[in-house]
């Protein structure tokens, strides 16, 4: 048998790889840094998704626990490790009884666990709630409304993207399409939305210190945000939506949108699901 000399790498070949290992470092780092940001979201989320799980088992159980007692992992009882964001987010709570609990993280945002209404009144009544939640938690934390929701004070723009970022997740509820068929309404994508009454008018009461139905109109609109003007709307006393010629509703209270909508004759829309 012929004997094979055994060889090792030679300078030349070393350096070589060393070379190819450094470019493909320099690649793969500024990648590595954008995936590791997407990592610590989704690692933050699923963080908050668990505390929200146990808290939600524990009810079940019939043994309620604060989420706060959650998050600290009071005496080390809950989880392994204290729950916490990768980017060092903070975390707070908004606890509505029987309505909904928010876990919100200060880099990643907010998710909500409850027992939220779809239904226009229902969505309706969580916009009060939380109005009234809102109003009663700024009398001792007087950056509740920053915090909760990017605005300074309590306003048309800070309840709906309060409502629909954090309570909704990110779009308002659906409007049943059925609706905007039987309407004759252009296709789209309609969403039921809530429109507070708001007053610049330094001698007329502040409508949202004392939030009420009369002042939350209820319309649909394939636009998210900004735009008043709406062919649909939802008549809270006769729980049906109407449909008509195109109506601004900022400002007004339901008594006064009710009245242009009689003006216009807008009738109501026949469909049953
Ligand atoms: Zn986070």
Redesign the pocket.
């Known amino acids: 048998m012929r004997k094979q000399k055994k060889r090792g790498f030679t300078l030349i070949e070393l350096i070589v790889v060393v070379a190819i290992l450094v470019a493909l470092l320099l690649i793969l780092v500024p990648r590595l840094t954008g995936f590791t940001s997407t990592a610590?979201?989704v690692?933050?989320?699923q963080?908050?998704q668990k505390v929200m799980e146990m808290y939600n088992a524990y009810q079940i159980k019939g043994e309620p626990v604060s989420i706060e007692d959650l998050l600290k992992n009071k005496d080390d009882e809950y989880f392994i490790s204290t729950p916490k964001?990768?980017?060092?987010?903070k975390?707070s709570v908004v606890e509505i009884k029987g309505l909904v609990t928010l876990i919100k993280?200060?880099?990643?945002g907010s998710i909500s666990s409850g027992n939220l209404d779809y239904t226009p009144k229902g969505i309706q009544s969580a916009m009060l709630e939380f109005m009234k939640f809102l109003n009663e938690q700024k009398k001792t934390n007087s950056s509740i409304i920053r915090e909760l929701t990017g605005n300074s004070k309590l306003n048309n723009d800070a309840i709906r993207n309060f409502m629909k970022n954090e309570i909704y997740g990110g779009s308002w509820p659906a409007l049943d399409n059925g609706i905007v068929n039987a309407a004759n309404l252009p296709k789209g994508d309609y969403k039921i939305q809530i429109c507070y009454r708001h007053v610049t008018d330094p001698n007329v009461e502040n409508p949202y210190n004392n939030p009420v139905p009369e002042n939350a109109i209820i319309y649909a609109s394939t636009i998210q945000g900004g735009n008043w003007n709406t062919s649909l709307i939802y008549n809270q006393d006769d729980n049906k939506w109407y449909s008509g010629k195109s109506l601004v509703i900022n400002g007004k209270t339901w008594t006064e949108v009710k009245t242009l909508m009689e003006e216009k004759g807008w009738k109501p829309v026949e469909y049953s699901e």
């Open positions: 610590a979201e690692q933050c989320q963080t908050r964001c990768a980017s060092g987010g975390y993280c200060s880099k990643h």
